[in-house]
Nanobody, 114 residues
Framework: VELMESGGGLVQAGGSLKLSCVASGSMWRLGVMAWYREGPGKQRELVAA???????DYADSVKGRFTISRDYTKNTVSLQMDSLKLEDTAVYYCKATDLGIDYWGRGTQVTVSS
């Protein structure tokens, strides 16, 4: 399974960005698809996840500002990020699970400026 993220960039605080991730290659059926991020000097953390049954999970720091969506037929997951803050600056990674194995994308940089 290969994951490719897109949509990162530079945005002013208060602005919006939408990240997308598409899974390709040989796969059985993707389970949870999620977004993680790794800020400067910080550990990688879960941002948002969406399961096969549509359940969602968000980090407290992004609740009400970020929305994760998923197209099950196209094997894509997106992250709509609104009201961005300086502390949202990070490399954002897409993760998908297939048959118990986790796959990661290479990441896309999101930089929020003042």
């Amino acid at each position: 399974v290969e994951l490719m993220e897109s949509g990162g960039g530079l945005v002013q605080a208060g602005g919006s960005l939408k990240l997308s991730c598409v899974a390709s290659g040989s796969m059985w059926r993707l389970g949870v698809m999620a977004w993680y991020r790794e800020g400067p000097g910080k550990q990688r953390e879960l941002v948002a996840a969406r399961s096969l049954d549509g359940g969602t999970d968000y980090a407290d720091s992004v609740k009400g500002r970020f929305t994760i969506s998923r197209d099950y037929t196209k094997n894509t997951v997106s992250l709509q990020m609104d009201s961005l803050k300086l502390e949202d600056t990070a490399v954002y990674y897409c993760k998908a699970t297939d048959l118990g194995i986790d796959y990661w994308g290479r990441g896309t940089q999101v930089t929020v400026s003042s």
